[in-house]
């Protein structure tokens, strides 16, 4: 049975550290805001396992013009439930909770692999590639949400 419920920060890092974070310690898990009352995480289970994760944060990026503004971060699906649909539901309830809250553009950095999955679920590429730290090229992706009146 697949289920997709609200979890806490620490509830994430069964999934981050393996496919994020892999050879890492643990504590770079840990994102800056994972525990501000405006941020939400959102896991997705089959059965009682916790499969897949993605967490929004209210966050603005100057390049874009929009007011309300959320960021993903930390979107992760285990290595081996990996391409079956999973990331395009979590990415799916993530956008749901987003345009709840008003939300006028949702944005992420994206890690150069996976720019093509994004794009096939509607994010635009915006700006030039940069690195991040020992994790590799990433790309600012975005989507112009229409927020629920």
Known sequence: ?????????LDTYSVRHPV??????????HFEGDNLQSTIHLGLYINCALIGVVSLFKNKNEAFEEK???????????????KRGYGEKLLHE???H???YKCNVLWFNARENAIPFYEKTGYSVHGNPFEI???GTHFVMYKKMNPIS
């Open 1 to 9: 049975m697949l289920t997709l419920k609200e979890i806490t920060a």
């Open 20 to 29: 994020l974070r892999e050879g890492k310690p643990v504590e770079t898990c």
């Open 68 to 82: 309300t503004q959320f960021q993903i971060r930390g979107m992760a699906v285990l290595k081996h439930h990996q």
């Open 94 to 96: 993530a956008e749901l």
């Open 98 to 100: 987003a345009e709840k």
């Open 133 to 135: 730290g020992d994790i």
